[in-house]
RNA sequence: CGGGGCGUAGCGCAGCCCGGUUAGCGCGCCUGCUUUGGGAGCAGGAGGCCGAGAGUUCAAAUCUCUCCGCCCCGACCA
């Protein structure tokens, strides 16, 4: 490729809308241009970064027996309605209709659509198991896009369906889609992609895990003890929590007037926020009831983990929803509550403290000394607290600290809620109709690619691994009108191609510092410079856009030590891709 | 959806508070000459419905109202 007839303008100046340092080499390289808020248009560098993540998901997919196929974008209602998606999901799905007024919807995600594509197509259990995805796009309407592509509306996905006979058989494969995944973020060369547990949320399905990338810039936070290797999301990590145990005192009521928050109520008493129990109320569980989350009074309900045990979004409850059970908000505790209408969960923390402080149910009055097990025998007790950095590993061997980083890729075991709801099944050796078990696996290609711009950066530009970068070598030409210069640098594009090279040369007339600006704006890994000076020796220059090392070689064995070097790197990347 | 900020040339911004001929600056772009190793210099030029609409006024980029869009924080998130 000419730079000279590169579609796209690349520019000095950082747009004012981006934060991230990606964002805004992603629009000052002219790799892609917004077109409203969280839908973007790639041009040919972007492009080419994404056609070689794609082909890296293609041949990775494909190595775990998965089979192409492409399912559409716009879906009727009534294949979302069998899932019971159309009624469970938010906003994100787009819902709209056709011209006949028929009700249609943007494909999110793709499990009905694989559902209905896949259960004509299997009768027997000698056809199983086997794997589809395809490389196809999404449509989310987001509440909030942001930062360049790591977070679109409109984007990119790598989305597989794998479908067994057995747990067993599912688990299997899952390690083998695991392992792929660790393959393909290590050619695409963010070999550091962390593996984490994580929730699976409306997915469905018990076991999941997301493959981070630890920058700065992440969304989520993940929780890592390093002497262990522990790594989970925020939204699910455990940890120990110290203890304080002590003699259970008697049960004594105190007068707390106005003292309505942990911060007051432990200010009041002069006890520290840890001697207190915390109650937080949430409206409600699956069964309607009202849902008292008791934790200690240092810590916050973490509301992901809550939400398995209650099997419903907890949405905080009105003051008036929790006097209708006879609590006292600011006041509340779950003694002497009604356990017929309100849900009582305990957190461990509660459990394993004595003499806390707790609400008396009364206006302007807290117990002092609540000891569970003696003051509220039999309540429900479990894990329902947000780790903190500085609590010890579950493992117990260390303590934890927390990271940031972005989700580039989940597989999850979803179990048969599809395949069950919507009716898919096979017979089994025995003839007997039975329900296959999925997993899906799904990697985001955008924000891969903008996650590893992310990853690799200087001040002047990304800093491409050679096997996603847009081309793998620059070349420029300084001083075009200086004799042999022009020449000799169209020869050099020519032999490089035909080397099977993939070459952007600089052909511009433009100063040094413009083009070598340019250069690193685009991140190619290796840039040849034909120049003047160097070629009066036969020489021409070379430098690398990682390490910025940099020297000459004569110009007769460039097109062969280049190639050689890209060769290389290439290998060095995919063995360690391939030690997975 | 809540809070905050911003919409003036492809990009970055000034002007707005205090209304007044033709709306400025830097980068980029075009022409010419000079220049050529980290975003060159000089000269000449092109490019704007000042986000949209409605008001107030002799007069609106500037004041008022409504709407739209974008960014950030939060809520949300497969």
């Known amino acids: 490729m000419r730079l000279s007839q590169l579609v796209g303008s690349r520019y000095k100046e950082r747009p004012a809308e981006a934060t991230l340092d990606s964002h805004a080499f992603l629009l000052r390289g002219a790799y892609a241009r917004q077109v409203a808020n969280g839908i973007y248009s790639l041009l040919p560098p972007g492009l080419r970064v994404v056609r070689k993540i794609e082909r890296i998901l293609r041949e990775e997919m494909d190595r775990v027996g998965g089979q192409e196929v492409l399912m559409p974008v716009v879906m009727p209602r009534e294949l979302w309605e069998e899932s019971g998606r159309y009624q469970s999901v938010g906003n994100e799905l787009v819902r709209f209709s056709d011209r006949t007024g028929h009700d249609m919807v943007l494909g999110m995600t793709h499990e009905e659509a694989v559902v209905h594509l896949c259960r004509n197509e299997i009768s027997s259990h000698a056809q199983l198991p086997f794997m589809v995805y395809q490389l196809q796009t999404k449509f989310r309407d987001e509440p909030r896009s942001r930062g360049g592509l790591i977070r679109v509306r409109e984007f990119t996905m790598k989305d597989a369906y794998s479908f067994h006979a057995s747990q067993e058989d599912l688990e299997r494969y899952y390690m083998e889609c695991y ?48 002497e262990s290797g522990y790594l989970a999301n925020l939204e699910v990590a455990k940890g120990v929590v110290q203890a304080y145990p002590e003699e259970p005192k008697p049960l004594e009521k105190v007068h707390t007037p106005g003292c309505k928050t942990i911060e007051e109520v432990a200010g009041f008493l002069g006890v520290e926020a840890r001697r207190t129990a ?112 500085g609590d010890t590993s579950i493992d117990g061997k ?34 007997k109709a039975c329900t296959p078990i999925m997993g899906c696996y799904g990697i985001g290609v955008g924000r891969l690619m ?48 035909a080397a099977g090279l993939e070459v952007l040369y600089d052909d511009r007339d433009a100063r040094p510092g413009a083009q070598f600006a340019d250069a690193d704006l685009l991140g190619i890994p290796f840039r040849l410079v034909v120049s003047e000076r160097n070629l009066k020796e036969g020489q021409v220059e070379w430098k690398r856009r990682d390490t910025g090392e940099s020297g000459v070689m004569p110009l007769a064995e460039a097109v062969a030590t280049v190639k050689g070097w890209i060769e290389q790197a290439i290998a060095d990347i995919n063995a360690k891709a391939d030690a997975y």
């Open 179 to 226: 392992k792929a995944y660790q393959r393909i973020f290590a050619r695409a060369g963010v070999p550091q992609v962390a593996v984490v547990e994580s929730d699976s949320g409306m997915m469905g399905g018990k076991v999941a895990h997301e493959f981070m990338l630890l920058v700065d810039a992440g969304e989520d936070t993940i929780v890592v003890c390093e």
């Open 278 to 389: 915390k109650a937080v109320f949430y409206d409600q569980d699956a069964e309607g009831k009202l849902v008292l989350a008791i934790v200690r009074g240092d810590r916050d309900v973490n509301e992901m983990k809550l939400a398995k045990v209650i099997k419903a979004e907890p949405v905080p409850a009105t003051d008036e929803r929790i006097r209708a059970v006879g609590a006292v908000p600011g006041f509340a505790s779950a003694m002497g509550l009604d356990r017929a209408r309100v849900r009582i969960i305990i957190d461990d923390t509660v459990a394993a403290s004595n003499n806390l402080v707790t609400g008396a149910n009364e206006a302007d009055y807290h117990y002092i000394y609540f000891n569970l097990s003696r003051d509220l025998p039999g309540v429900e007790t479990c894990d329902i607290i947000e780790v903190k950095e």
């Open 398 to 431: 260390g303590s934890l600290i927390f990271k940031r980083g972005i989700e580039v890729g989940n597989i999850f075991q979803l179990g048969v809620k599809y395949t069950e709801s919507m009716g898919m099944a096979y017979n089994d050796e025995a003839g």
């Open 450 to 497: 903008s996650s590893a711009m992310e990853a690799y950066r200087d001040q002047y530009g990304p800093i491409w691994p050679i096997t996603i970068a847009p081309w793998q070598v620059h070349l420029n030409a300084i001083k075009l009108a200086a004799p042999g210069v022009a020449d000799t640098a169209e020869q050099l594009y020519a032999g490089l191609q």
